[in-house]
């Protein structure tokens, strides 16, 4: 798992680490001080090692970008809207799967339909599925009329 923080204040840390153990500090020293474990500190040291101290630079990390523009996310809207029956399925519940097809036809681009999902989530619309169970009502207890001695 990746710790937290951006990818220079981590590269940071680990130079920090590799300066604390050129000036003489021992890897357990080394990694209280950081606030590490151990071995984390020991991985370092082999990487610069093996691969000088671009090897413990910051990799920076791949940002998704929303392919789908907003005046398709709109239109997305639109479609979702007029129901799944008027794009041509024949039951009127909208599936992530269902509108990663429209998307991939409609607008040329693929989606993942798990994707899909959190990319309507993520733009405030929400897909309700309907519930096939009875309701259940619950009738409130009727009290005794039985004085109490």
Do not use: C
């Not at 474990?37 to 610069?48: D, E, F, G």
């Not at 990799?59 to 929303?66: F, S």
């Amino acid at each position: 798992m990746r710790p937290r923080g951006a990818a220079e204040d981590l590269e940071a840390r680990r130079r920090r680490a590799i300066d604390l153990l050129r000036s003489g500090m021992k890897p357990g020293e080394v990694a209280d001080e950081i606030g590490v474990v151990r071995q984390t500190v020991q991985k370092w040291k082999a990487l610069v090692r093996d691969g000088g101290k671009r090897a413990i630079r910051a990799i920076p990390q791949y940002v998704n970008t929303r392919r789908i523009s907003d005046e398709q996310l709109k239109e997305l809207r639109r479609i979702i809207k007029a129901g799944a029956t008027n794009a041509g399925y024949p039951t009127d519940s909208w599936t992530t799967a269902r509108l990663a097809e429209i998307i991939r036809k409609r607008f040329k681009i693929s989606y993942n339909a798990d994707h899909v999902g959190r990319m309507l989530r993520e733009a405030g619309i929400y897909l309700q599925k309907t519930s096939k169970r009875a309701r259940v009502v619950r009738q409130p207890k009727r009290r005794s009329k039985r004085a109490k001695v």
